[in-house]
């Protein structure tokens, strides 16, 4: 494939420099890798200075990069220009391939246009699947499952019963959803008895669900996933939390049960939030951190108990001092002593 | 289903105002979505009062709730009772729906009464599966695996070879049981050296094991999970672990290997223990810990390395007073000086 | 089986008392378990004290040991010795039972010789698998993968397209890789875009990779896992990813985007690495540590954000003395107010 940077400036709503649209670009490549013919990206100063020293023939720039040794096209979210030019280069193929013969198809079930199925899929009773749906290879969708059109489920993944699946939906390999909760009633001796799980998982329009994601159907009510949230790989979310829309899950990251996440929240890697607590829209909270009690909206938090980030690192730079601190006090104790003594024999 | 609430408070083991022992309850549902003719329930006073506000008809309460301004059915573990009213509303139907053709036997198995094998399941040779167990779609049991009766296996299970599972156990999707242990012998070129893994894994009766766990075999001897174990999603057990009776185990924590752990105990969420501990019975061990050496019974710990919780939160709260703490001995350095300065001038 | 311990000592290069050398061994266990006619191996001063009080018959010590009340093979390594002894007690049987008639084969696909492939396993096109490549049960290798030659995969091994394998690797059972790496860009209206993931994952010769781990394919060029590396269960790899060689990554650890690990390098279990630094040589990084930034080589580092340990430890210790410190404070204030009234009184 070939389109000359005047096109793909276009595309992208990126500025370029006339001299420069001719330029015919032949694929995308990271900084390191590009050859010529083709364009790579660059964000920060220490991509520009890679990319100055690549053999791209052009660069894909921030607006505020106006003078750069190679062709450029400037644009406000190259991040987002990148994403856009991949798609040129690596069109999404997805001829639907049509129900394998070794799928097997429970009764009642309403399957769409142009849906593909690959073998050995396991698909229960009234299942009702979206036009131009693509499920792949081993695949299990219990009864009463909903998938929305265009939604793509990844080889291995399980959709327990009744659970709703939104449109345009990706779920990545090795992905269990609706798996029941984890409830249990402690009695007197010391055993746990289970709290049936009879609720259901409902995941919005636009959401991405990484690789061996656990999702946990409500005890009773729904578990939600809001619209274009995306949920990176080993990720677990427990029964009956909701999660508002464009949320940012990281990996290895875990909720509990009955947590609500507002709107635009991120939860970088590792980290975790108790049960029962509400995290305010937009909050940041940071890898590894453990949220146990509300959180503001707009707030970034840190550390376990998580806290104002700002507060943490100020307490982390003290922690990082107390070698110094503990110097400070000895050498106050002993001047007190010294000072104690001087007094004393100045009586 | 309808059951009066003096037939319910029967089930429960609890008391019901005779005025109200004819109310008709058709259903059960979460405080927040509990519709007229519905009972919900409430342990704590924040859910106490949404009951109060809510639709529904009856609410379950614990024992020291005397007056409340709907009907109640007052017992002692309103959990354990919900759990009890569920089953009601919601029975276990499972109807054996015998061995789909798909299924791939080995030779020399031993199959009891009303199991079913859900399609495109691969049973290895001399596995022994016992009455009423239910197997699901795509699930593999390895040479000489036995389930003991009343199991349930959810779709995508993976149990390899010579495991033993006990009765009623339940084991949710994407599950691996039985891979190999982490277990290498470094050679002085650094590169690592391959320890057989020939040990296996033995889980006890009326256990239950949340979605994508793995818990690895033995290198010699046995890896043991022990009756009544309750294991949260994403929990990684190690080879040749030891686990008591009745432990609960929340999402995504981490044993490593020959850690023994003791009856009752509870490792919250994204805890983890080094190899080679112990840690006694009724031991707690909060979210985010880590232990790294024995911990005594009836002991909760926090932190990393765990320790006691009470020296923990004393430490914590005194971390956070670090800014301060960080002034006063700036104070006392310059009223030092002060005083220094002054006796200075005083001779 | 029986083996001299003179055999045995030949194998695993060991020394062993003469009169000792035909002692006849029939297997080998853990030092708990051991019976007579077993061997056992020992290498700390606890495990040593076990092994005078077992059953065995004989004992893999270290060199150091010279006297010990039991027949012993010393060697250097014993971990390793062990490894030896266990290969030969429990050979690894890998027959070729050829490929499964249920099994799916795209286009174009090579096949070496003596290679098994177990029932309702899924191969896309083009795809290369070397002589004695042995796949389980319910595999699924998309179109363009290579595997090399002697590797091992378990059943529910998921491997996406254009994914290269290399020689004499083992991955365990429901583990992913190649499924799209965590990349998104943000739209102004807060809603994620996806950025196509075109990329691919490379992994070297030797590698193991444990159940449940996710790996994910480059957004463009390569995520490389390099020769001889051990990846414990739940670890997640993300996108472009560089890991060296020899490295071992114990469960439930994360590495975030394009971050390179030297060779050598251990991480321990749920450790972080966070996206794009560059971790040294034989770096060890200890458990529940979040590296934030670059790491020189051959050093120590653990805690949040992962220092020194040395560091990290004396700054623990002191936290673990806040309490006093605090009382050391309050009664220097308390002095300096007997002082300051006291030098008050005296003007």
Known sequence: MKKSLKELAKLIKGEVEEK????????????????????????????LNKARESHASA????????EFPKAT????????????????????ERNSSG??????????????????????????????????????????LGDGVKIGRKSLLYPGVIILNNTLIGERVIIHAGTVIGAD??????????????IPQVGRVVIGDDVEIGANVTIDRATMGETRIGRGCKIDNLVHIAH????????????????????????????????????????????????????TKDISPNTFVSGFP?????????????????????KRIQ????????????ISENY
Chains 1, 2, 3 share one sequence.
């Open 99 to 140: 129900i394998h013969p070794s799928v097997i198809l429970g009764k009642g079930i309403k399957v769409g246009k142009r849906v593909s199925i690959g073998p050995y899929t396991v698909i229960g009773e009234r299942v009702e699947i979206g036009e131009d749906v693509c499920i792949s290879a081993g695949v299990y």
């Open 20 to 47: 420069d649209g001719d330029i015919e670009i032949t694929g995308v490549a990271k900084v390191e890798d590009a050859k010529e013919g083709e364009i790579t990206f660059a964000v920060s100063d220490k991509f």
């Open 181 to 194: 909760g984890f409830g249990f009633a402690k009695k007197k001796d010391g055993s746990y008895y289970k």
């Open 240 to 291: 009956n939390v909701t999660i508002g829309e464009n949320v940012a899950i990281v990996a290895l990251v875990g909720i509990s049960g009955s947590s609500v996440i507002g709107n635009g929240v991120i939860l970088a890697g590792q980290s975790g939030v108790t049960d029962h607590v509400n995290i305010g829209d937009n909050v940041f909270v940071a890898a590894k951190s453990g949220v």
């Open 306 to 326: 998580a806290r104002s980030h700002i507060q943490q690192k100020r307490i982390k730079a003290i922690i990082h001092r107390l070698p110094e601190l503990l």
């Open 331 to 342: 050498r106050l104790e002993k001047k007190y002593q010294e000072i104690n003594n001087g």
């Open 59 to 66: 660069v894909i720039v921030p607006l505020r990069i106006k």
């Open 73 to 92: 096209i400037r644009v406000e979210n190259p991040r987002l220009a990148l994403a856009q030019i991949l798609r040129v280069f690596y069109p999404q």
